[in-house]
């Protein structure tokens, strides 16, 4: 089990984290003891939304050999959707059989291709936008249709990462994550 | 209002960003233009319990100017609340009218000696060694008690972030960036 998470300029870092947290305590809690994870990147170095900076583990790395990716969204969404270079990177996942968005992350995955004829949802306030990428857009908290898992807005990522360690590793797993994170869920 | 983001190696980073988000978007969102923030470590990057890294803005820099510090938690405050020289940094915050921590945060503010005589709380898994630095443990999702605001585990920072928002700006607002954050609350 070897899960991306993608970061990239402009992200909201809630969205990111907010699915991080329970996916990564599928091993840090011990469950799942061979899973691991990086953090891809297009960039040596990434700022977010409102001037936080990370570092990630992996800079411009193809996406193909990892079993779920993780895209975050954020207000820039709207525009790196148009941009060719990024896009294409991520369609570098199209081989992996678990492809996550949170909030207008979605747009990236529907820009890159992946939710031809899929349901899928987002933040309340990009359906329209989403609704040009995918069959239909649901309004539910997490949407899960073939290897797409999609989710609302932002702190939604957390009830995605939670759905995500249940289909990993069983309800009993999610439900001590949920509980160590203190999470009514 | 001037806010600081205390971040330091082991953290569990989304207690810190689950504060971070809601507050930050006092600004971002447009209803308090004249506030800022900085993201304060003890060292030039920061690793958080998982292996993610962040660069703070500021290295060591005392928070006695802060409105507002922010202290997150992680399994590694058992430890660094022995750590003289991190403490002493912690203390600087002394003369700061608002005092907060998320999760095990709570220990680091106890160990500063912010918590005498005051109601608070934290993780439940961390609530025996609260004890030892505050009045009185309270089971509840968010404590205030005169300058000092502490939060249950990890989750918990979003509710306190929105706490503060109201505290600062109001329910109107708080609600505002609650549904942007697409939080049930």
Redesign the interface.
């Given at each position: 089990m070897k899960i991306a998470f993608v970061i990239f300029d402009g992200m909201?870092?809630?969205d990111f984290?907010?699915a991080?947290?329970p996916l990564?305590r599928l091993?840090?809690m011990g469950f799942l003891k061979n899973m691991n994870w990086e953090?891809c990147a297009p960039t040596e170095?990434v700022t977010d939304?409102?001037?936080?900076?990370?570092?990630p583990?992996q800079v411009g790395l193809s996406l193909e050999r990892f079993d779920l990716v993780v895209v975050p969204g954020g207000f820039v969404t709207r525009q790196i959707r148009y941009e060719g270079p990024f896009i294409h990177w991520l369609q570098s996942m199209e081989p992996c059989p678990f492809k996550a968005s949170v909030?207008s992350g979605a747009l990236l995955l529907g820009a890159a291709g992946f939710l031809k004829g899929r349901k899928a949802t987002t933040?309340?306030?990009a359906r329209v936008e989403l609704a040009e990428y995918c069959e239909k857009v649901v309004d539910q908290r997490v949407v899960e249709d073939g290897p797409v898992i999609t989710c609302?807005?932002?702190?939604?990522g957390?009830d995605m990462g939670l759905h995500l360690c249940e289909k990993f590793a069983g309800f009993d797993v999610k439900e001590k994550i949920r509980r160590?994170?203190?999470?009514y869920g």
């Open positions: 909201t870092s809630l984290l907010g991080y947290d990564t091993k840090s953090v170095q939304d409102r001037g936080l900076v990370f570092t583990t909030c933040h309340p306030a609302g807005g932002v702190t939604a957390i160590q994170m203190d999470y």
